[in-house]
């Protein structure tokens, strides 16, 4: 299993990025693929995640009504997009996978990383 992330860089605020994480080698048919993001010297946040059944989703209060996740119509990409970004957005984010598709923030509960993307909001 792989995931890659991209799509990272500098946005202003109020402007709008999206990230892509690439995802190859599942052998499962349902799993969910969630985002998260990790200032240094801070543990890692879940902040949205979805599942490969139904494209049902879950976002954590600090990005939800801003931050859309999605599949593509393959569902080997998953994005984020990213609406009016605030400068404390500014963090390397990452995707990772769940094998039990339930849904879940908790970080500890994903053992599979990418190498994560930064993200800088900045006038």
């Known amino acids: 299993v792989q995931l890659v992330e991209s799509g990272g860089g500098l946005v202003q605020p109020g402007g709008s990025l999206r990230l892509s994480c690439d995802v190859s080698g599942f052998s499962f048919d349902d799993y969910a693929i969630a985002w998260f993001r990790q200032v240094p010297e801070k543990e890692r946040e879940g902040i949205a995640v979805?599942?490969?059944?139904?494209?049902?989703?879950e976002y954590a209060d600090s990005v939800k009504g801003r931050f859309t996740i999605s599949f593509d119509d393959t569902k080997t990409t998953v994005y984020l997009q990213l609406n009016s970004p605030k400068p404390e957005d500014t963090t390397v984010y990452y995707c990772?996978?769940?094998?039990?598709?339930?849904?879940?923030?908790?970080?500890?509960?994903?053992?599979?990383w990418g190498q994560g993307t930064q993200v800088t909001v900045s006038p």
């Open positions: 979805i599942s490969s059944s139904d494209s049902t989703t």
């Open positions: 990772s996978a769940d094998y039990a598709n339930l849904l879940r923030l908790d970080p500890t509960d994903y053992g599979l």
